[in-house]
């Protein structure tokens, strides 16, 4: 899914760009996909192509918690900007928790991200 958002006229000169070009690589480790033989590869491929073109990366996950599911896509990203340093492309990258209810998630998600990224660093 790919889709051209014009940027408003009265913001543009701030954001110092006319178009949004929004890509959603949705299917990540999907487990539709995960059956076949090359998932894994194609997965690294979409995360690379659109890490790549981006600005800005940004995985939205619904619920409060890391899954195994979720820590194999931040590693599948991790590794695509690693493979961008070489081409001194400049992105950042969020991760956005919606539909979060528990008060403490915040705590959880910070003590599995350091886990994740200690197995990315390894």
Not at 42 to 66: K, P, Y
Not at 70 to 95: K, N, P, Q, W
């Amino acid at each position: 899914y790919m889709q051209l958002l014009r940027v408003e006229d009265s913001i543009r000169d701030k954001l110092g760009c006319d178009y949004f070009l929004i890509l959603d690589s949705e299917g990540l480790r999907s487990p539709e996909a995960s059956a076949q033989e090359d998932s894994l590869r194609h997965d690294n491929e979409i995360a690379t192509l659109v890490s790549c073109l981006a600005n800005l990366t940004i995985i939205n996950i619904w619920g409060a918690t890391f899954s195994k599911d979720l820590a194999d896509i931040i590693s599948i990203v991790s590794h695509a900007y690693i493979r961008m340093t070489g081409c001194e492309i400049f992105s950042s990258f969020h991760i956005l928790f919606a539909g979060v209810q528990s008060v403490d998630a915040e705590d959880k998600n910070k003590s599995q991200m350091t886990i994740i990224q200690d197995n990315i660093n390894k």
